[in-house]
T-cell receptor, first 115, second 107 residues
Framework: SAVISQKPSRDICQRGTSLTIQCQVDSQVTMMFWYRQQPGQSLTLIAT?????????ESGFVIDKFPISRPNLTFSTLTVSNMSPEDSSIYLCSAVAGGYTDTQYFGPGTRLTVL | AQRVTQPEKLLSVFKGAPVELKCNYS??????LFWYVQYSRQRLQLLLR??SRESIKGFTADLNKGETSFHLKKPFAQEEDSAMYYC?????????FGAGTQVVVTP
């Protein structure tokens, strides 16, 4: 199994600013992902965080808005840039320790409110 | 296109009654399907996956490729089953979630 922690757990930010969310896994994992859960909505995949290379973004998400880093096998960051109130969401990090069909573990989420 | 549909946003059942959460999917390949659960104030966690064919907390789910369904069932609901349930489809590890079904079990 993998235990995932996220920092910060919540934040309130002003529009136009940026916030970086950290995701730490307690063991080496093969895959890491970032999801967004808008108020009252389900989870939507933002991108796959690739170790040592650029993240792979899903349709509707771009690197300039959501830059992602993954410097090693246990850590990743997601930055929400130039924020607007529409970015108010819960952002979740997840990780898979083995292959594609293995259990995906989720972090507790970061609740972001943009004023 | 890949799609996961959970038609019920809210399911209210009495303790001891059977509960069934519906999930339908569309996927061009061989699907990997999961049920995730989120209890109040807890993180999202895996409940079960079709590939393991196991029963967790009394829940079972059978993949029906003909009907493209992966419904979640439990014969006797308990109050601790009250939670948000998500059906998810995996493609190369990337999960696509359904809208979720809120289950409320009343005594």
């Amino acid at each position: 199994s993998a235990v995932i922690s996220q920092k910060p757990s919540r934040d309130i930010c002003q529009r136009g600013t940026s916030l970086t969310i950290q995701c730490q896994v307690d063991s080496q994992v093969t895959m890491m992902f970032w999801y967004r859960q808008q108020p009252g909505q389900s989870l939507t995949l933002i991108a796959t965080a690739n170790q040592g290379s650029e993240a792979t973004y899903e349709s509707g998400f771009v690197i300039d808005k959501f830059p992602i880093s993954r410097p090693n096998l246990t850590f990743s960051t997601l930055t929400v840039s130039n924020m607007s109130p529409e970015d108010s969401s819960i952002y979740l990090c997840s990780a898979v320790a083995g292959g594609y069909t293995d259990t995906q573990y989720f972090g507790p989420g970061t609740r972001l409110t943009v004023l | 296109a890949q799609r996961v549909t959970q038609p019920e946003k809210l399911l209210s059942v009495f303790k001891g009654a059977p509960v069934e959460l519906k999930c339908n999917y569309s996927y061009s390949g061989s699907p990997e399907l999961f049920w995730y659960v989120q209890y109040s104030r807890q993180r999202l966690q895996l409940l079960l996956r079709h590939i393991s064919r196991e029963s967790i907390k009394g829940f079972t789910a059978d993949l029906n490729k003909g009907e493209t369904s992966f419904h979640l069932k439990k014969p006797f609901a308990q109050e601790e089953d009250s939670a948000m349930y998500y059906c998810a489809l995996s493609g190369w590890g990337k999960l696509q979630f359904g809208a979720g079904t809120q289950v409320v079990v009343t005594p």
